[in-house]
Nanobody, 126 residues
Framework: QAQLVESGGGLVQPGGSLTLSCVVSGFALDDYAIGWFRQAPGKEREGVSCIGAGGAPYYADSVKGRFTISRDNAENTVYLQVNSLTVEDTAVYYC????????????????????WGQGTQVTVSS
């Protein structure tokens, strides 16, 4: 059974950092691109970063220079390093998988992804 499990969220002060992890099981990570999305209360789901099956990273303008995505296929894990956090980064962060054949970088919408994790809460507050 395909599964994605996020972890690493928490409460952090403005300017702080976290490392989010997405561990996948039940399918071959090598064949999939992974996206990180976030959703704050009352707001639409927003794509923040994604990484192709070959490792090419993509970032939304709102996080460019602050977030870094990486993958370790041997560990079946994709990471999102989030730095210089602001209160506007507060949201539930989700990872999702899309087969490399259908992946179009930031052009792939959230509803193009067909496998999702349960999310991890990131709260930025002083």
């Amino acid at each position: 059974q395909a599964q994605l499990v996020e972890s690493g969220g928490g409460l952090v002060q403005p300017g702080g950092s976290l490392t989010l992890s997405c561990v996948v099981s039940g399918f071959a990570l090598d064949d999939y691109a992974i996206g990180w999305f976030r959703q704050a209360p009352g707001k639409e789901r927003e794509g923040v970063s994604c990484i192709g099956a070959g490792g090419a990273p993509y970032y939304a303008d709102s996080v460019k220079g602050r977030f870094t995505i990486s993958r370790d296929n041997a560990e079946n894990t994709v990471y999102l390093q989030v730095n210089s956090l602001t209160v506007e980064d507060t949201a539930v962060y989700y990872c999702a998988a899309i087969h490399y054949f259908r992946f179009r970088g930031l052009g792939s919408r959230w509803d193009d992804y067909d496998r999702w994790g349960q999310g991890t809460q990131v709260t930025v507050s002083s």
